[in-house]
């Protein structure tokens, strides 16, 4: 069933969904909508919300509230139809590993209808995309998560599908091969199809065309990465490293001029006040109470920095007003 | 319904099978391994009692009766007793089921007196053996004291006695009374039953415990579809093991099959259909191939060896069961194959039995169909 309300130009449109289980609510009040051939990124935490949010689009899970439109379909209304429309591929449940790289592909052309005459070329292209030519008979089990993750891809796109999900693809999966799958899921993009993909590498959001920062099934931005970045943070962003870190942190929360401390690894990230000279301050105190500074010096916040600044605010303003 | 889908997921599920060990085992070697077991584990026949013979005559009189004893067929002579003592350790040391005591007066009685006594001692902590052995044993010694009337008739000049009344007996189906020939039928059932619930019963859960089930509701196959898919390749399986135990049954254990194939290959399909649609409502309800292959073996293996009337017949049961039985599927599936080995029934003398299985693949098919839904939810 088609919504009128809904133009061609729009593959995936979302209207104040909600998803509980039980009392946990899972996705609170979503509203997004996506252009076609455009790619846009689920980005936070594991738990916050991007694999039942991509579920449900493709609907394996019924929305408690709010409606769905996937090209053009109710989503909740007619499941069936969608999937006609859409791939949908997971890191977690993909593919069966008892079958052979060529019996996968042959089982989804028949789930998918691809017609015998087109089968073969697609096949190959797939096989060829995933770098997998000469490997049709072996078993998937025995395939490394690069090429698994990538006849994956080449499953979920035998029957040319408009739409794609790729709920954490890259997950586990090493960066020499997760840039190869970046560049897969460009070349599709190129051919005007929308993909929806999630991943909890902060990194690839540079990679999507708008970015979905979601934490706790809330949806705290829906911005392209360079629109993300020139965010205000609230101040200066300053990185330190140093020998104890677990110190610092205590000593730098509450600190004069020092609005939020975060720790990224081995190195702290700190907001401070513009322009107020609180670096040196930060130097001095750290000096006083024996910490050894390795180096602090202000750096461009990243979308970790703004990600994780947004999250503490929504949740300050959260408690503040719950 | 598209065939392309359901060919797709059949061909699938073919190839899992042959690469999956347990399945393989279920389907090739379980039927083997029960025909064996239970063909020749499971006999109701009592032959070669042991028996211990304390003969304390010693005369050609006694040695005649023990000589109709190790004559017969239901009785093996283990051990000749000199006295009580050694009797009562035969019969605690297991070396013998039954004890014969011919006393030491029983010529002189038999010629005196024109009767005479033998004692039987019996094991009975079994029962049953136990009661038919002494029924064996009385009609070893009826037809001894026979002979010995006979005899003394024709000593004495008198004509035989006449009259009284002889039951000529004919017993049908199952000529020889083996009781090979009645268990076998119902060992096929039980393998199908057995067999085909448990492949079916690994075939949604496996897939929701590997993560696939994901990915395949997620495609535009239906339901049904899946469903058609799943259980042609078991319903494949099923008939070649039908196929596999009736070769086994009439050449192995030269059980006769007197029904005609056709009737035999309509009602299997039936069978199956129930059986497969049991297993796949198994597996489609339990989302674990460990609980899903118990709950398998609980619905299928139990009623099916005890309340379907293969080895143990319904009608010698107390009613409350025997109204259970007509719960069991197997038991209309037992009583076709008894009745197409033995009597060689035609499908309409089975008119009843095929209707209630029809009712029951309806039934177990409409559920199935209904039991798998493509949601997480």
Same mark, same amino acid.
């Given at each position: 069933m088609r919504d009128p309300a809904v133009s061609d130009e729009v593959a995936i449109r979302v209207d104040n969904l909600v998803k509980r289980f039980g009392d946990f609510v899972a996705i609170d009040h979503i509203s997004f909508q996506v252009e076609r051939g455009k790619i846009i990124g689920f980005l936070g935490p594991n738990g916050a919300g991007k694999s039942t949010t991509i579920r449900i689009l493709c609907g394996l899970l019924r929305p408690t509230e709010g409606r769905v439109f996937v090209a053009g379909i109710d989503v909740a209304r007619d499941p069936e139809s969608v999937r006609q429309h859409i791939g949908y591929m997971s890191q977690k449940f993909s593919l069966y590993s008892d079958l052979t790289v060529l019996e996968n592909l042959q089982f989804f052309g028949g789930i998918y209808r691809v017609p015998k005459n087109l089968l073969p070329e697609r096949i190959h292209f797939a096989l060829e995309m995933a770098g997998l030519l000469g490997r049709e008979n072996a078993l998937v089990s025995t395939l490394a998560g690069g090429w698994k993750q990538r006849l994956g891809l080449g499953c979920a796109i035998l029957h040319r599908p408009p739409i794609l999900f790729?709920?954490?693809?890259?997950?586990?999966?090493?960066?020499?091969?997760?840039?190869?799958?970046?560049?897969?899921?460009?070349?599709?993009?190129?051919?005007?199809?929308?993909?929806?993909?999630?991943?909890?590498? #902060?990194?690839?959001?540079?990679?999507?065309?708008?970015?979905?920062?979601?934490?706790?099934?809330?949806?705290?931005?829906?911005?392209?990465?360079?629109?993300?970045?020139?965010?205000n943070i609230g101040g200066d962003l300053l990185a330190l490293e140093c020998d104890d870190i677990g110190k610092a942190i205590r000593l730098l929360k509450g600190h004069p001029g020092v609005r939020d401390v975060a720790a990224f690894g081995n190195r702290l990230h700190i907001i401070v006040d513009r322009d107020k000279g609180a670096s040196s301050a930060i130097a001095n105190t750290l000096a006083q109470h024996t910490v050894l500074v390795k180096r602090l010096d202000q750096i461009e916040p990243t979308i970790d920095d703004i990600f994780v600044q947004m999250v503490g605010a929504e949740r300050d303003s959260r408690r503040a007003n719950p | 319904?598209?065939?392309?889908? +359901?060919?797709?997921?059949?061909?699938?599920? #073919?190839?899992?099978?042959?690469?999956?060990?347990?399945?393989?085992?279920?389907?090739?070697? #379980?039927?083997?391994?029960?025909?064996?077991?239970?063909?020749?584990?499971?006999?109701?026949?009592?032959?070669?009692?042991?028996?211990?013979?304390?003969?304390?005559?010693?005369?050609?009189?006694?040695?005649?009766?023990?000589?109709?004893?190790?004559?017969?067929?239901?009785?093996?002579?283990?051990?000749?007793?000199?006295?009580?003592?050694?009797?009562?350790?035969?019969?605690?040391?297991?070396?013998?089921?039954?004890?014969?005591?011919?006393?030491?007066?029983?010529?002189?009685?038999?010629?005196?007196?024109?009767?005479?006594?033998?004692?039987?001692?019996?094991?009975?902590?079994?029962?049953?053996?136990?009661?038919?052995? +002494?029924?064996?044993?009385?009609?070893?010694?009826?037809?001894?004291s026979g002979n010995v009337q006979l005899e003394a008739a024709g000593f004495g000049g008198n004509p035989p006695p006449q009259g009284g009344v002889l039951l000529q007996e004919r017993v049908w189906f199952n000529e020889g009374l083996d009781s090979r020939y009645f268990i076998i039928p119902g060992v096929i059932a039980l393998i199908m039953a057995l067999v085909g619930a448990l492949l079916t019963s690994l075939t949604i859960s496996r897939e929701?415990?590997?993560?696939?089930?994901?990915?395949?509701?997620?495609?535009?196959?239906?339901?049904?579809?899946?469903?058609?898919?799943?259980?042609?390749?078991?319903?494949?399986?099923?008939?070649?093991?039908?196929?596999?135990?009736?070769?086994?049954?009439?050449?192995?254990?030269?059980?006769?099959?007197?029904?005609?194939?056709?009737?035999?290959?309509?009602?299997?399909?039936?069978?199956?259909?129930?059986?497969?649609?049991?297993?796949?409502?198994?597996?489609?309800?339990?989302?674990?191939?460990?609980?899903?292959?118990?709950?398998?073996?609980?619905?299928?293996?139990?009623?099916?060896?005890?309340?379907?009337?293969?080895?143990?017949?319904?009608?010698?049961?107390?009613?409350?069961?025997?109204?259970?039985?007509y719960l069991v599927f197997a038991r209309y599936y037992v009583t076709i194959l008894k009745a197409l080995f033995l009597k060689g029934s035609g499908i309409l003398d089975l008119a009843s039995p095929i209707f209630a299985m029809i009712i029951y693949a309806s039934v177990v098919a409409f559920l199935a169909g209904r039991a798998f839904k493509k949601t997480l939810d």
């Open positions: 790729l709920d954490e693809p890259t997950s586990g999966v090493d960066p020499e091969s997760r840039r190869r799958f970046w560049d897969l899921i460009h070349s599709l993009s190129d051919a005007n199809v929308t993909i929806v993909v999630s991943t909890h590498y #902060m990194d690839e959001a540079e990679y999507c065309n708008e970015i979905a920062l979601i934490d706790r099934g809330r949806l705290l931005a829906l911005e392209s990465p360079s629109t993300l970045k020139a965010r | 319904m598209r065939w392309k889908r +359901i060919r797709a997921i059949a061909v699938k599920e #073919m190839i899992q099978i042959r690469r999956d060990t347990r399945s393989l085992i279920i389907a090739l070697f #379980m039927p083997l391994m029960q025909l064996i077991l239970l063909g020749y584990g499971v006999s109701l026949d009592i032959k070669h009692v042991p028996i211990c013979v304390y003969d304390q005559e010693g005369s050609q009189n006694s040695q005649a009766l023990l000589k109709h004893f190790q004559a017969s067929d239901y009785f093996s002579i283990t051990a000749l007793l000199g006295n009580y003592r050694q009797v009562k350790r035969a019969l605690d040391s297991d070396l013998c089921r039954v004890a014969i005591v011919v006393p030491h007066d029983f010529s002189e009685r038999l010629s005196d007196q024109g009767s005479s006594t033998v004692s039987l001692l019996a094991d009975a902590s079994d029962d049953n053996t136990a009661n038919i052995a +002494i029924g064996y044993a009385q009609a070893v010694v009826a037809t001894f929701w415990e590997r993560g696939t089930m994901e990915l395949l509701i997620s495609t535009p196959v239906s339901s049904n579809e899946v469903m058609a898919g799943k259980l042609i390749p078991y319903f494949v399986i099923g008939l070649a093991d039908a196929v596999f135990c009736l070769v086994f049954a009439v050449f192995w254990f030269h059980v006769p099959f007197r029904g005609t194939l056709f009737t035999l290959f309509f009602t299997t399909s039936l069978f199956l259909v129930v059986v497969l649609g049991v297993g796949f409502l198994i597996s489609a309800g339990i989302k674990s191939q460990i609980g899903a292959t118990q709950i398998a073996v609980l619905v299928t293996l139990l009623p099916t060896s005890i309340l379907s009337g293969y080895a143990f017949p319904i009608d010698q049961m107390p009613p409350v069961v025997q109204t259970i039985t």
